[in-house]
């Protein structure tokens, strides 16, 4: 039996290229026979897929968030691999790039950032669980105030679905 994955995108899909992941997850929910979710998680009404992929019952779960928070580590216990899909600002990185996540002392929580590090580290001190996580970042390159992506962060949604599959099928972060 494979690994139960659950996939969290997460970013503002009001702020271009910030909003990245909502394109990446319903990609992959599309590719899978899922029905996409709307920008606050919930399915988009009317959205079916009646031929679903032969893979769909060992298909991760998915969601999509504004931002990564606290509570999600009661969620988190019943997985055992998350992956993080998120956009990235880093000028000398790939346009998309696999990133194994590692728990981390989380310190002193007085922000309402959380990072996927600090996340998997708030799971394994209250939970002694750490599932396998990986964090899969598409380059943005506009952060305005509008709805859809840049063309060179659209360029990159098919390749992320890609490289989630693989990560979902081997739980090994592969080149994409």
Request: proline share 6%; hydrophobic share 40%; charged share 15%.
């Amino acid at each position: 039996m494979g690994l139960r994955t659950l996939v969290i995108g997460y970013g503002n899909p009001d702020r271009a290229d910030d909003g990245v992941a909502y394109h990446v997850i319903n990609a992959l929910r599309s590719h899978l026979g899922q029905p996409a979710l709307t920008d606050y998680g919930a399915p988009c009404p009317g959205t079916e897929y009646p031929n679903a992929s032969e893979d769909s019952a060992a298909a991760p779960d998915s969601i999509l968030l504004t931002q990564l928070v606290p509570e999600l580590v009661n969620t988190l216990c019943d997985y055992d691999q998350v992956i993080f899909v998120d956009a990235h600002v880093q000028e000398n990185a790939p346009d998309l790039q696999c990133t194994l996540v590692t728990a981390r002392s989380t310190g002193a929580l007085f922000s309402h950032h959380v990072t996927p590090f600090v996340l998997v580290g708030l799971l394994k001190a209250l939970h002694q669980r750490e599932p396998i996580a990986y964090i899969v970042s598409i380059r943005g390159h506009d952060w305005s105030f509008h709805d859809g992506l840049s063309a060179s962060t659209a360029a990159q949604v098919r390749p992320a679905v890609k490289v989630l599959l693989r990560l979902v099928g081997s739980g090994k972060c592969t080149s994409a």
